[in-house]
């Protein structure tokens, strides 16, 4: 029986891109590997158990991958939260903020927007985990990595959305298009010049992209250099120090 992944492809890159901030953010170590992978896993975990949800005729089968995949992820979180025992506390914000996926999944309406709201503001919580499994603090940093990812990926909410369920909806386009150039500004009025750069792709690829007949894997190559884009200049912007 093949395994059951994530079809929301944006998702992997929102697990990943916070915790290479993270990382860029606090220093690498051989710690955040482990914990990687036990993020990963439990992330896969989450996906079958909010299918179980909307389909319980299949409910045997997504409980058994439910139950390999949290294993998994347990196992490899083992090391991380006994050097670290305050990485649990990462866990239970998650909690609240799955429920609403864990609603929105029993009401078959996934494409909320709260919904993709609080999954991204999940996921980018792996920034400061990672920032915090290097330093072993939470500051003003690892704040700023939450939020900054946050951003990001509200962004490319806004982007797939326009693209998508709302492509006819001119009102959404304006608002995605305001949010795409609002932020870039923002921070760069609060004086985190080239931060403000990392999301200066997002603005261009928002308004040059709408209305185009893109293909799903166009839609993900371009989310994918974008991805790519945002964490090295974060990382060029944390290093030589111009961040909030």
Not at 1 to 12: E, L, S, T, V
Not at 51 to 74: D, H, M, P, T
Not at 201 to 226: D, F, H, M, Q, W
Request: hydrophobic letters at 55%.
């Amino acid at each position: 029986m093949k395994p059951i992944i994530p079809k929301q492809h944006g998702a992997w890159a929102m697990l990943t891109v916070p915790f290479l901030v993270g990382m860029a953010a606090g220093g690498a170590k051989w710690i955040h590997i482990p914990l990687f992978l036990g993020c990963f896993f439990l992330y896969l975990a989450s996906y079958p158990l909010l299918l179980a949800v909307k389909n319980r005729r299949r409910a045997a089968e997504y409980i058994k991958w439910i139950f390999i995949y949290g294993i998994l992820g347990a196992a490899f979180l083992i090391l991380p939260v006994y050097d670290s025992p305050n990485l649990m506390w990462f866990g239970i914000i998650v909690l609240p903020l799955f429920f609403v996926n864990f609603y929105y999944a029993k009401q078959k309406n996934e494409r909320a927007f709260l919904n993709d709201f609080c999954a991204v503001a999940e996921l980018s919580l792996g920034g400061p985990a990672s920032y915090y499994a290097a330093t072993g603090t939470i500051d003003k940093t690892a704040i700023l990595v939450w939020i900054l990812c946050v951003l990001f990926f509200t962004g490319s909410v806004f982007y797939v959305k326009t693209l998508l369920r709302e492509k006819k909806n001119a009102t959404f386009k304006w608002f995605s298009w305001g949010y795409h150039l609002g932020v870039p500004f923002i921070v760069g009025i609060l004086g985190a010049t080239i931060i403000a750069v990392a999301f200066i792709p997002s603005l261009i690829r928002a308004v040059i992209c709408y209305g185009k007949p893109l293909t799903p894997k166009t839609v993900g190559i371009i989310e994918i250099a974008n991805s790519i884009f945002f964490v090295i200049v974060l990382f060029i912007g944390m290093h030589i120090r111009m961040i909030l």
